[in-house]
T-cell receptor
Framework: GAGVSQSPRYKVAKRGQDVALRCDPI?????LFWYQQALGQGPEFLTY????????KSGLPSDRFFAERPEGSVSTLKIQRTQQEDSAVYLC????????????????FGPGTRLTVL | RKEVEQDPGPFNVPEGATVAFNCTYS??????FFWYRQDCRKEPKLLMS???SGNEDGRFTAQLNRASQYISLLIRDSKLSDSATYLC???????????FGTGTQLKVEL
């Protein structure tokens, strides 16, 4: 079956440009997460949606980062006025159920979008 | 201090060797613990959950010591295909947000 897909897979942006990264979660998955992974580091949490509601955005590094999931399925992570320190792999993950119903639901990751800011 | 700490390695071991990775976490209220595997330029994938009683899945054994806030992964009879980065992961509780370590790189050689 189809897994989590992300597009584009690679994005090169000039400093100051705006970018939009798309995530298509597994069909029916309620929860959606965005992580940022810098070279040589583990993924770091950015934000979390339960259906269309953004329940946690504590990991977004600045107000240049914005995420949405308006219909509770596809999500977009937007970065405005990109800076060189934004260069990283942006990973999207989805999980099946409401976290309140289970101690943990496995998160399935997409292949990521590798963003390079020049 | 990082929330989840791991030795980045690399660990270079011969095929068939036994290798162990350790990880410590800082949040004593953490509820769930996992090992993820990440191949080069690929996404992380869940390897196994870690339970207080210890759990085994084939050649892989995971242990959790809550008192010491310490997690381990043991790989027996290592294969070339085990070469990857192993990420120690903690769910600090509430909402399934995951906190990852930096990962430990394993290279299994002939």
């Amino acid at each position: 079956g189809a897994g989590v897909s992300q597009s584009p897979r690679y994005k090169v942006a000039k400093r100051g440009q705006d970018v939009a990264l798309r995530c298509d979660p597994i069909s029916g998955h309620v929860s959606l997460f965005w992580y940022q992974q810098a070279l040589g580091q583990g993924p770091e949490f950015l934000t979390y949606f339960q259906n269309e509601a953004q329940l946690d955005k504590s990991g977004l590094p600045s107000d240049r980062f914005f995420a949405e999931r308006p219909e509770g399925s596809v999500s977009t992570l937007k970065i405005q006025r990109t800076q060189q320190e934004d260069s990283a792999v942006y990973l999207c993950a989805s999980s099946l159920a409401n976290p309140g119903l289970a101690k943990y639901n496995e998160q399935f990751f997409g292949p990521g979008t590798r963003l390079t800011v020049l | 201090r990082k929330e989840v700490e791991q030795d980045p390695g690399p660990f270079n071991v011969p095929e068939g060797a036994t290798v162990a990775f350790n990880c410590t976490y800082s949040n004593s209220a953490s509820q769930s613990f996992f090992w993820y595997r990440q191949d080069c330029r690929k996404e992380p994938k869940l390897l196994m959950s870690v339970y207080s009683s210890g759990n085994e899945d084939g050649r892989f054994t995971a242990q959790l010591n809550r008192a010491s806030q310490y997690i381990s992964l043991l790989i027996r009879d290592s294969k070339l295909s085990d070469s990857a980065t192993y990420l120690c992961v903690v769910n600090p509780g509430g909402g399934n947000k995951l906190t990852f370590g930096t990962g430990t790189q394993l290279k299994v050689e002939l």
